[in-house]
């Protein structure tokens, strides 16, 4: 309550560089960890009656970025056809295409690098799942055989990351490595700048490219930014101008990655119209 304005208003500061891949942050109150609970988020509401919110999400896009990095032709050939690579997921490594929510855990735990070790503590952090040591094992194995080119992805990364000094964005952006690091973290800090800053760092670097078209394009109180996320955007606009808005916000965030990476990349961006979050 302490964070309102007279009119209910929340104007969090936000740091367009605050993590290390060059998203935003933001602090007190942190808009950018507002659950998606929808009770929580119904919280959240436009100026008026006749407003509604436009929310407009990259569709698994580190998961794409990954893939057209890596030049894994199975994973990209499910985002051209719009398909859903939780589902692929779930049927090449689980043989069950209904266990989707077991395939996203195993997609963002074997994604960075880390070991089935790590994927059980993702699976349990950031999804609920309790994977048995067991399970880990088999689903790091079985997600790697069936995208075989991430796992080379990481091999090449693994044979440059001993001698780099900087990882760098698709953009062009570059984050230094820290010349103190301990002796046991050295080539792991510097293996995640190879893949998770040159993954993450792009798709920040789109966002923003992005979010400058979209301020431009919006041009004013009526339809303006509310609130940019790590993959996604929330716009305010009127009710009567909802359709035309999520259309060319959906347009303007998808060339934002096609003049990063090329009219061939395969991104989706999906979007909701709501009168809440």
């Known amino acids: 309550m302490e964070a309102l304005d007279g009119k209910n208003r929340l104007y969090p500061p936000l740091n367009p560089l605050s993590a ?24 959240f509401i436009p100026d ?3 407003r509604v919110f436009v929310y407009a999400d990259y569709r698994n896009i580190e998961l794409v970025i990954a893939a057209q990095l890596a030049r894994e032709e199975r994973m990209l050939e499910v985002f051209r056809n719009g398909g859903d690579i939780h ?17 996203k855990t195993i997609n963002f735990g074997c994604l960075y690098g880390g070991g089935p070790a790590r994927l059980r503590i993702t699976a349990r952090t950031e999804f609920g799942l309790e994977f048995s040591e067991a399970e880990a094992k ?4 079985g997600f790697f055989q ?20 900087y990882g760098a964005s698709e953009y062009g952006r570059r984050r230094w490595a820290d010349p103190k690091d301990r002796a046991d973290h050295w080539t792991w800090n510097r293996f ?12 920040a670097d789109a ?25 996604a955007v929330l716009v305010q606009c009127p009710r009567s101008e909802a359709a035309a808005t999520a259309t060319f916000t959906r347009r303007i965030m998808t060339e934002a990655f096609h003049e990063i990476l090329g009219a061939d990349f395969p991104v989706s961006v999906d979007t909701k119209i709501s009168p809440q979050w």
Do not use: M
């Open 87 to 103: 589902t692929e997921t779930a049927q090449r490594v689980l043989g069950n295409a209904s266990a989707g929510q077991q395939a």
């Open 146 to 165: 069936a995208y075989p080119a991430l796992r080379k992805w990481h091999a090449r990364a693994w044979n440059q990351a001993e001698g780099i000094t």
């Open 20 to 43: 290390d891949t060059g998203r935003f942050g933001c602090a007190k109150p942190n808009l950018l960890a507002v659950p998606r609970d929808p009770e929580v988020r119904a919280l």
């Open 192 to 203: 995640q700048l190879c893949i998770n800053f040159e993954v993450q760092g792009t798709g």
């Open 138 to 141: 088999k689903y790091h194995s």
């Open 48 to 50: 008026s009656e006749d």
């Open 207 to 231: 966002l923003k490219i992005a979010l400058v078209a979209l301020y431009n394009r919006l041009g004013g109180s009526e339809r303006r930014l509310v609130l940019p996320l790590h993959d």
